[in-house]
């Protein structure tokens, strides 16, 4: 009995503590806390719920950049037609702390002279 | 089409293939661009998440010994029930989920732990009641121990699991 609850609570917190081995994506816990600006090309675009995710050929390296959600992209003004593959495309958000995860999360975005702005609160 | 489903999960193509049907079915390709009813199944999933797991940790805490003055029979009957409940709903409003976004989740690696915990977790509830009756009548002590902490692992593991899928895709 005494085994089993031990074991038991043994396994809780390790498993509970795996969950905060967190890699990427919800919320900004993740990333820097400073912004970059990543220019390159789209080189496909998964869009939709959760969230949208773009890989953008910036000479040569391929980072994944992670959009908002339907509604905030539609919110911002983009239609799923301006992130065709090809575009160039401009990225302004934070990028995972990791810098060798290639990973940003945009907060806004250009594309030709456009600005679209998914999180209006942040700098 | 502004989803391109994302090769792979290094498996059968024929499953491959069928992942990507599911992703193109109309009501799963309009839900992956909707706002309300997207958060509506997502919500609906936590809930039954909430069941699952609300039911199987105080049952499982009374089967390792907790709350002895409480009657074991009722307890399962009353906890098991709803756990199931929200295991059929969990796998209703996960499957659509799923479906949404099938090629990549089923690439996930917690996803895929996952699964394995829900599959390990539903078969020994079944197993245990099919096996010691339905309110576990016919079980010793040692068995609802070990039934207790199975259902701990894979219930827990399937939340923890299920939560990292979020954070894991590349």
């Not at chain 1, 400073?34 to 890989?55: D, E, M, R």
């Not at chain 1, 992670?66 to 934070?94: C, H, S, T, Y």
């Not at chain 2, 994302?6 to 109309?26: C, H, K, P, Q």
Request: charged share 15%; net charge positive; proline share 3%.
């Amino acid at each position: 009995m005494r085994k089993f609850v031990t074991s038991f609570v043994v396994v809780l917190i390790v498993v509970v503590h795996s969950t905060s081995l967190a890699l990427a994506h919800h919320g900004w816990s993740w990333t820097t806390g400073g912004n970059i600006s990543l220019t390159g090309i789209i080189k496909s675009a998964q869009l939709g719920n959760p969230h949208g995710v773009l890989k953008i050929d910036a000479d040569g390296d391929v980072w994944t950049a992670e959009v908002g959600q339907p509604w905030r992209n539609e919110r911002a003004g983009l239609k799923p037609d301006d992130f065709a593959v090809g575009v160039e495309v401009r990225i302004v958000g934070e990028p995972s702390s990791d810098i060798n995860d290639k990973v940003v999360k945009a907060e806004r975005i250009y594309i030709g002279t456009k600005e679209y702005v998914l999180y209006p609160g942040r700098d | 089409m502004f989803y391109t489903p994302v090769a792979t999960n290094g498996g059968s193509r024929i499953l491959d293939e069928f992942f990507v049907m599911l992703e193109t079915l109309t009501p799963i390709a309009s839900l992956r661009f909707s706002r309300w009813s997207y958060a509506a199944i997502n919500a609906s999933h936590i809930f039954s998440i909430a069941l699952v797991v609300g039911g199987t940790i105080p049952l499982s805490l009374r089967l390792f010994g907790l709350w002895s003055k409480v009657p074991l029979a009722a307890l399962v009957g009353v906890l098991s029930l709803s756990a199931g409940i929200g295991l059929g709903l969990a796998l209703i409003s996960g499957a659509v989920l799923f479906a949404t976004r099938a090629t990549e989740y089923s690439a996930n690696p917690a996803f895929q732990i996952k699964m394995v915990f829900v599959l390990l977790g539903a078969s020994s509830a079944v197993f245990a009641h099919r096996r010691y009756g339905w309110v576990l009548e016919l079980a010793s002590d040692r068995a609802l121990h070990r039934i207790a902490f199975v259902s701990c692992i894979c219930w827990i593991g399937a939340l923890a699991s299920g939560r990292l899928v979020a954070f894991m895709s590349d």
